[in-house]
């Protein structure tokens, strides 16, 4: 089962940062954030992860909360093609990647 | 980055016939390769684990006799359905995690995924 919780489903403006939560109270200390997202009929896309510093590549950025049990993506200027569905997902090591049911977020004109 | 590529892309086969998905890594070897089913407006559900030289480990209710998984190289894996009938219609997709990356920077790669329709 996934252990993390996400809204279904969120609304952002073009241009400005989407910024999209992540629950995940039950994490252990070895197991990592991972995100990843899902444009309409492709493959997912890896975004970013981190184990308790906060993060950042030229997708995104990752903010791990102190305690590790939630997290925020940050997609600081959204623009339509960042329409998915996104996924955060905990895992240990190379485990196999469980899916949740995600956040599809909505980039709007 | 790295790729996976999956082939075919989409396929349309009639009741009772076997269909076959490939998936390879292109620019890495994969020992260990996952297989994913996805239906309409649901998330990935995780199908089996594929290794290279040896039986795939299925997940809990996925039928190893309908869905057959062969490894024989570090870059394909192929994914056969057997016998398929209209309740396997789904999106099939794999993933391969290049171990270069180290044993906690363990990014999977995905396909871009198989659209199976069983007529």
């Known amino acids: 089962d996934a252990k993390t919780t996400q809204p279904p489903s969120m609304d952002c403006a073009e241009g400005r940062a989407a910024n999209l939560p992540c629950n995940h109270s039950t994490i252990s200390g070895n197991e990592y954030v991972y995100w990843y997202r899902q444009i309409h009929s492709q493959g997912p896309q890896y975004i970013i992860h981190?184990?308790?510093n906060n993060e950042t590549n030229e997708m995104a950025s990752l903010i791990i909360t102190e305690d590790r049990k939630s997290s925020t993506l940050i997609l600081p200027h959204a623009t339509l093609r960042d329409t998915a569905v996104y996924y955060c997902?905990?895992?240990?090591?190379?485990?196999?990647?469980?899916f949740g049911t995600g956040t599809r977020l909505q980039v709007f004109p | 980055g790295a790729v996976v590529s999956q082939h075919p892309s989409r396929v349309i086969c009639k009741s009772g016939t076997s269909v076959k998905i490939e998936c390879r890594s292109l620019d890495f070897q994969a020992t260990t390769m996952f297989w994913y089913r996805q239906f309409p407006k649901q998330s990935l559900m995780l199908m089996a684990t594929s290794n290279e030289g040896s039986k795939a480990t299925y997940e809990q209710g996925v039928e190893k006799d309908k869905f057959l998984i062969n490894h024989a190289s570090l870059t394909l894996s192929t994914l056969t359905v057997t016998s398929a009938h209209p309740e396997d219609s789904s999106f099939y997709i794999c993933?391969?995690?290049?171990?270069?990356?180290?044993?906690?920077?363990?990014?999977?790669?995905f396909g871009e995924g198989s659209r199976l329709t069983v007529l």
């Open positions: 997902i905990v895992r240990w090591g190379t485990d196999k990647l469980i």
């Open positions: 993933s391969a995690r290049d171990p270069a990356g180290g044993p906690n920077t363990g990014e999977l790669f």
């Open positions: 981190g184990l308790k």
